[in-house]
């Protein structure tokens, strides 16, 4: 019984997390449209929303996949 309620509580952390990390992958994406662009353009590739994409990137990514990582370790038994 402490098995399921365990597991039923977890739940909403792979959805969090994977909701995190599926955000952080497209900011992933935006940073390196933006950065690639501008250096087609001949523009200081940091300046503009490259840096704010990098920062959101990380604020979103690292967090979704510790969150990930937690259910498994969770899952497991710990």
């Known amino acids: 019984m402490n098995d ?3 597991n039923l509580s977890a739940q909403p ?3 969090v997390g994977t909701v995190l990390f599926v955000i952080g992958l497209g900011f992933a994406v935006l940073f390196g449209l933006s950065f690639r662009i501008r250096a087609v353009l001949n523009k200081r590739a940091w300046n503009g929303p490259t840096g704010p994409f990098f920062i959101l990137m990380l604020l979103t990514l690292i967090p979704g ?6 259910q498994l370790w969770l899952s497991q038994g710990h």
């Open 4 to 6: 399921i309620v365990a």
């Open 13 to 15: 952390i792979l959805g």
């Open 65 to 70: 996949i510790a969150l990930i990582g937690l």
